[in-house]
C-alpha cells in the first residue's frame, strides 16, 4: 500500500471516532447516544488494526460491541422514558472536564511520539505475523500475576452480582414463600 | 482477495495505475460478490424453508412461479421492492432508517472470511474464527436499534429479549468454538479445515468423531440457533405474543433486508459449523471439492428449517437457564477434557 492510501485509511478512521464520540459526549438523546459508540468502537477497532494489532482490534469488537455495547442499550432502555420524554442529562462539565483533558494531553502526546508505530505492511512485503500467541505465550509467563490479579478481581466483581441479585435473606424467605404458594 | 489482485494486474489496463486503487477495486469486488452470495443465499434458503415446511405439513407450498415454484422467492423480492415504504410517525426516524443497514452489514462483514470453497474466501484471515465471533455481534446491535426505533410495545420488547438472548448465548457459542481451534493450533478458517484431511475413508479425520469435539458441535448448533433466533429459540420475534417481535413496524424493502440478514446468518453459521468441526471441503475417499463443501452446508441447513417446523418455541427463562445452566458449565467442561485429549494423545 502506498502513502495516500496510508493516509487515507487513518483518516477516515480517525474522523470516524472522534465524530462519532463527539456525538456520544454532547447528543441529548441518550439512546442515540449509545448507538453512536458502535461507530466509535468500530473505528477504535479500525485503528489497532491499522497498527498492526490484530488480535487487540478484534478483542475490542468481540468485547465493547458483543458484550458492554449490548448490555449498555439494555440498561439505557430500562432507565429512559419509553414514551420518548426527554431525559435530563448534565452534558457540560467546564472545569472538570479541561482539567482532565489537559492532563490527559500533556500525558499522552510524549507517549505518541516515544512510540515507534508500526502500521501495515507494503504491498510487496508479507502480510503482518499474527499477534495471538505471543499475546497467549506472554499472558502465562511474563505477566501471568497481572493476568491472575485481573481474573481475581472479576471474580470478585461476579460474586458481587449475585449477592446483590440475590438480596435480603428476608426477602428472599418471602419471595421463596410465594413461590411455593404459587405453585 | 490476493489472487483476485494478481488478477486484475494481469491485465495490462490495469498495470498502469496505482496499486492503491487496486486494492480498492479488489475490495469493492469482493464486497459485490458477498452482496450477491447473501441474496442468492436467501433467495434459495427462503425457497427451501418454504418447500421443506409444507411438505412436513402434507402441503405443496409455492407451486405457480416457476418449476415447482422455484422463483416465487425471486417475484415476493419484486414484489417487495415495489412496496410502500412506511415510516411510524412516532419512531426514531435516523435509527428507524440505519436499523436494517446495521443488521446487513454486520451479515455482509462475515462474509469476508467464510470461504464458498477451497482457497475462495475474500481474504484468509489468520484470526478469522475471532473474527466471526466480532461481526455476530453487530446484528445484535442492529436488532437492538430497530426494535428501539420503532416506538413500539412489541419491538421494543422483541429487542430487550433479542439484547438478553445474544449477550447470554455468545459465550457458549465462543466456547464450543475454542476445541477445535485447539486441535487444529490456529485461528485460519484454511488451516483448521486442512487438519482434518484424510483419514479413514478420507473421513476419518473430520474434528466431529473426536468425542470432546462432537460435544461441541452438538453445542455449538444450539447455541447458534439461539444466536440466529431461530425457532425454538425465536423469542425476539415469537409471532403468537409479540407479533413479529423487533421488526413489527418494518415493510417492504427494509423488511427484506433483515428476511435476507436472517438466512444470511443462518448460512454462515452453519457453515462456519461445517468448517471447523465437518471437514470443511474434505469429502469421502479424498474428494476435494466446493460442492461438497455446499452441500454439507445445506445439508446443517436443512437441519435448521427441520428443527423449526417440528419444535416448540421455549420460554425465556427456559432459554436463559439453557444456556447459564448448562450451556456455559459443559462449554468449561469440554475445554479441559479436550486438553487433557491433547495431552493424552501427545499433540502438543
Known sequence: MDALLHSLVFYILAFIVLGSAAYTAFSANLVRAAFSLLFTFFGLAGLYIYLGADFVGISQVIIYVGGILVLLLFGVMFTTNVSGQGTEKQTLQMKWGILFLVVLFLLLIPIAFITPWSVMPDAGSKALESSVSPIGVGLLTKYLLPFEIASLLLLIALIGAVVIARGEPKVRAEAAKEDTSAL | ?348
Open chain 2, 1 to 348: 482477495m490476493a489472487y483476485l489482485k494478481d488478477l486484475l494486474l494481469g491485465f495490462s489496463l490495469f498495470q498502469a495505475l496505482p496499486i492503491s486503487v487496486i486494492y480498492i477495486l479488489t475490495a469493492a469486488i469482493c464486497a459485490v460478490v458477498a452482496i450477491a452470495a447473501i441474496a442468492v443465499v436467501a433467495l434459495v434458503a427462503v425457497w427451501f424453508e418454504r418447500k421443506i415446511s409444507a411438505h412436513m405439513q402434507c402441503r405443496l407450498g409455492p407451486m405457480y412461479v416457476g418449476w415447482h415454484g422455484v422463483l416465487q422467492t425471486a417475484a415476493d423480492g419484486v414484489k417487495l421492492f415495489v412496496k410502500e415504504d412506511i415510516i411510524p410517525a412516532t419512531a426514531d426516524k435516523l435509527l428507524f432508517i440505519l436499523a436494517p443497514g446495521i443488521v446487513f452489514v454486520g451479515a455482509m462483514l462475515s462474509w469476508v472470511v467464510i470461504p464458498l470453497g477451497p482457497k475462495m474466501a475474500a481474504t484468509d484471515l489468520n484470526i478469522a474464527v475471532l473474527y466471526l465471533l466480532a461481526t455476530s455481534s453487530v446484528v445484535a446491535i442492529g436488532i437492538i436499534m430497530a426494535g428501539w426505533a420503532s416506538h413500539n410495545k412489541w419491538s421494543l420488547y422483541g429487542s430487550m429479549r433479542g439484547a438478553a438472548q445474544f449477550l447470554s448465548y455468545e459465550i457458549p457459542t465462543a466456547l464450543f468454538i475454542i476445541p477445535p481451534v485447539l486441535l487444529a493450533g490456529s485461528l485460519r478458517l484454511g488451516t483448521i479445515v486442512d487438519e482434518q484431511a484424510g483419514g479413514f475413508l478420507g473421513m476419518g479425520n473430520w474434528y466431529v468423531w473426536n468425542p470432546f469435539c462432537l460435544i461441541s458441535f452438538i453445542c455449538y448448533y444450539v447455541s447458534t440457533l439461539a444466536e440466529t433466533n431461530r425457532i425454538p429459540f425465536d423469542l425476539p420475534e415469537s409471532e403468537s405474543e409479540l407479533v413479529s417481535g423487533f421488526h413489527v413496524e418494518y415493510s417492504g424493502i427494509r423488511f427484506s433486508f433483515f428476511f435476507m440478514a436472517e438466512y444470511a446468518d443462518m448460512f454462515i453459521v452453519s457453515a462456519l459449523g461445517v468448517l471447523l468441526f465437518l471437514g470443511g471441503w474434505h469429502g469421502p475417499f479424498g474428494i476435494n471439492h466446493a460442492f461438497i463443501y455446499i452441500a454439507k452446508v445445506c445439508a446443517l441447513l436443512f437441519v435448521t428449517i427441520w428443527l423449526r417446523w417440528t419444535l416448540p418455541r421455549l420460554r425465556i427463562d427456559q432459554l436463559m437457564a439453557t444456556c447459564w445452566k448448562f450451556l456455559i458449565p459443559l462449554g468449561l467442561i469440554n475445554i479441559l477434557g479436550a486438553s487433557f485429549w491433547m495431552i493424552l494423545t501427545g499433540k502438543v
